[in-house]
Structures are given as C-alpha cells and as structure tokens.
C-alpha cells in the first residue's frame, strides 16, 4: 500500500549548522535521488518516526513537496543516533512507473515447521533479499512457508514464492531457514563432580611425589 509523507523544499542553510538547526526546529533534513539533479527537503520528524516502521525500502511513498510537484519515493537508507533514537538525515530514492527498481525486500517465514514440534529450533539464516520488478509488482514482504521443514532440514532462496515478474538477486541455493536440534549441555552439577574429581586426583599425585 503506498502511503503520504508532506515535505518541504529546502533551498538555503545548508550543511551541518543549517542541518541542526533544522533538526531543532523538529523537522529532518533529506534528499531525494534517482532523477537529474538531487532535491534537498526536509519532514516533519514527528510524523516520519511515528511511521518509519512501515517506511522500509519496499514501500512506496507519494512525497508531496510543498510548492512542488508530488514525487513516488521510498526511502532508500537514514542516518540515526542510537543512542539518543533521533535520525539525522534521510536519502529517498524517486521511481519512475513503467521502470524496473532495485531494492531490498523483506523475508518473513510463514507455519511451524515439523521439526520444532518436535523438539528442534527453527533459525532464519536470511531477513531481506536484492529484488527487481517494476514499481507496481514491489511487495512489501516476500513470504516463504517452512511448515514442512523436518529436523536437519532447510530452505533456499529458490524456495521463497514471489510474483511474477519479480526477479530475486543472490545465491538461489543460499539457505534461508533450516530447523536444527537444541544442544545438550551437561548439567552444572556433573561438571562440578567432574571437576572436583580432577582436582583430588592432581592433589593425589602432588603428595604420592613428595
């Protein structure tokens, strides 16, 4: 589904005193690539942090530029402060419909499989994958059902199910999910029999010597 994010042009006070005094202000400074020159904006931070989970690079944006024309983006990567859980900076990516685009797609696994039931643990090797496809083919997840993985088993790339017309980049025999037994770990209490016994045994042998 796309979604609407406002912004507004910015066309002086650039660089880092410009960026931070936006970032004061509550809006973040962006750019917008992909077609001829790139395009300096900013966004209301308060409204991209409270959708930027669903801001991911498989969502396509109508980017309505205040004074400008609306332009169809998603958001190619942000610059973010962990630490203090402010962004920084946004780079937008602008589609052209009728175009094919590159981007990386989120892969979310589907059922429980056979050999957790079990006792195993499923462990998904690969989250996101490269894909191609034309803007109007761009899923925001692709799907892959691991509910008939049995124990020792796995899954390729080749088993993720998408639509046609979308082209997945990467190792196709790349595994991406695989169900594996727990580890046993021998009991503390063991290990410390074992352990106490090594020692008495070392002690044994230090007396016998002298």
Not at 66 to 75: A, D
């Amino acid at each position: 589904m796309e979604k609407k994010l406002d912004a507004e042009l910015r066309t002086s006070d650039f660089g880092t005193r410009g960026s931070r005094r936006l970032l004061r202000s509550g809006r973040i400074p962006a750019v917008v690539y992909g077609k001829g020159e790139p395009l300096h904006i900013s966004v209301d931070a308060r409204t991209f942090n409270y959708n930027r989970k669903g801001y991911g690079e498989s969502t396509l944006i109508t980017l309505d530029v205040k004074g400008e024309k609306s332009h169809e983006v998603f958001v190619k990567t942000y610059q973010e402060d962990l630490l203090r859980n402010v962004i920084h900076h946004i780079d937008f990516y602008e589609i052209t419909r009728g175009q094919a685009v590159r981007t990386h797609v989120r892969i979310e696994l589907e059922g429980t499989p056979a050999g957790v039931r079990e006792g195993g643990v499923l462990d998904q090797v690969i989250h996101e994958v490269e894909i191609e496809c034309l803007p109007k083919d761009l899923p925001e997840v692709l799907k892959l059902d691991v509910s008939s993985l049995a124990m020792n088993e796995s899954l390729k790339l080749a088993d993720v199910k998408h639509a046609e017309g979308i082209k997945i980049h990467g190792d196709l025999e790349a595994t991406v999910a695989t169900v594996k037994p727990v580890k046993e770990e021998a009991p503390a209490v063991e290990a410390d029999a074992d352990a106490d016994a090594a020692a008495t045994t070392a002690a044994d042998a230090t007396a016998e010597t002298k």
